[in-house]
């Protein structure tokens, strides 16, 4: 599931006319929000979920979200599931325009196809929507009699692989006080998260009960998040982890201390399960230790560009033109420039004449991407790269929907970092490093 800050948010909230909380997409945007799940209507995770040119997976609750920039003249959207030991589905949905989808996957060996239905009826996406009413609102007596409200932390297993997001049971007094006790003054934050939140079925680790409740939007303040109960001690944890990529992101562990093992255990297993796609976890002096995954191979896709000819020299800066902080740190390598929000390059121009297929192109990218160029950094200025033309132009996309342009050369490199600052690369052949 690539986490968008506010400033990100109210950027795209203008592109897209997001107005008095109504989504009104203008022509060419394409935004679809849904849930795969199998004959059973069971969740299905890691289904390939495919646009024209943007690929989601399914989390572990089915869930996925794309958004697409469309031609503007152009009213239905190319859309495929891909799912191992299903009927995959290939086809179309109307665009430009928001729309919940809802995949019902057809096994490979029925009689059935996979059928895709847009605009399901209200509660059809199970957690991957907001609740239309928050869990904590003040209930009517005709809600709360027809809510499953536990009376004692003890009641918990009789409800696994129930949505407590979605039956009451996060509403029960009884939790909540829990959670008030445990959360002391960060509870009412944490009411908020849960209000914008989904959640995945109720599981059980061992002697402890997991509630896995998860913000659905990616906005500021969300995130990741488990209750985990001792249905026998009564004892309470909760984990919290904030979308906002940052070097300094923190899980943070409320419950009593020091935390047994096989708390922890737990803690790491759920968020390497959630988020371990991107980040590595682990437990260390009774805190979670968090770093960027540096081994996830950047996706690559081609989407050619007639304005990518127009560039003739790395030398030239980028039109957006983002100074860089003096006191900023050139970076080691590529990758380490991009940082770990950086999901995927989009080829928008190639030399066909050295390269003749995208495979060929990516190779050299991934290898340019971990390479350490000349004096073991790169540069803040056009260093050695005055009139090379550019051999492959492309963009990268980060997670909050920013795009950056970067470009590859034979041994040199331009590239922009997610907050638009420019760097050179140079990366001398053996013969030249002897000169």
Not at 117 to 135: D, K, N
Not at 179 to 187: I, S, T
Not at 335 to 346: Q, W, Y
Not at 390 to 405: D, T, Y
Request: proline share 8%; hydrophobic share 40%.
């Amino acid at each position: 599931m690539a986490w968008v800050s506010t400033v990100a948010a109210l950027a795209l909230m203008a592109v897209l006319g997001l107005a008095a909380g109504c989504l009104q997409i203008r022509d060419g945007g394409f935004w679809a929000q849904g849930v795969v799940v199998d004959a059973d209507g069971r969740p299905v995770s890691g289904a390939s979920v495919k646009t024209r040119a943007y690929t989601a997976v399914t989390d572990r609750r089915g869930c996925f979200r794309l958004f697409e920039i469309t031609a503007v003249d152009r009213h239905q959207m190319p859309f495929s599931v891909d799912a191992l030991g299903s009927k995959n589905f290939i086809g179309t949905l109307a665009a430009p325009g928001a729309l919940r989808v809802r995949v019902e996957l057809a096994n490979e060996t029925s009689a059935t196809a996979t059928v895709v239905v847009s605009s399901p009826a209200a509660g059809a996406l199970l957690s991957c929507e907001p609740p239309r009413t928050a869990p904590w609102h003040q209930e009517s007596a005709e809600e709360v009699a027809g809510s499953t409200l536990i009376t004692a932390l003890s009641e918990l297993p009789a409800h696994l692989g129930e949505y407590p997001c979605r039956n009451g049971v996060l509403e029960s007094p009884v939790l909540r006080a829990a959670l008030r006790e445990v959360l002391g003054q960060d509870f009412e934050a944490y009411l908020e998260h849960v209000e914008r939140s989904g959640c995945a079925p109720v599981a059980e680790r061992g002697s402890w009960i997991v509630l896995d409740v998860s913000q659905v939007y990616y906005t500021e303040g969300g995130g990741t998040s488990f209750i985990l109960v001792g249905p026998r001690s009564g004892q309470v944890y909760v984990v919290w982890v904030p979308w906002i990529y940052t070097d300094g992101r923190k899980a943070r562990v409320y419950g009593p201390q020091p935390v047994p093992r096989d708390v922890a255990t737990i803690v790491i297993d759920e968020l390497t399960l959630s988020l371990g796609h991107d980040e590595t976890f682990s437990w260390r002096d009774g805190v979670v230790q968090i770093k960027p995954r540096n081994d996830r191979p950047l996706s690559i896709l081609e989407r050619p560009q007639p304005s990518a000819d127009a560039r003739f020299s790395l030398e030239l800066p980028f039109p957006h033109s983002v100074p860089c902080p003096p006191d900023r740190q050139p970076p080691a390598t590529v990758r380490a420039a991009l940082g770990p929000r950086a999901d995927r390059l989009v080829i928008h121009r190639y030399d066909k004449s050295r390269w003749s297929t995208l495979k060929a192109v990516a190779s050299v990218v991934h290898q340019m991407v971990d390479a350490i160029p000349e004096k073991g950094r790169l540069h803040r200025f056009q260093k050695f790269s005055a009139d090379v033309p550019p051999l492959i132009s492309a963009s990268v996309e980060f997670k909050g929907l920013r795009v950056w342009p970067i470009e590859f050369a034979a041994d040199y490199v331009h590239v922009t970092d997610e907050d638009g600052c420019e760097w050179w690369g140079r990366y001398p052949t053996p013969s030249r490093r002897s000169r």
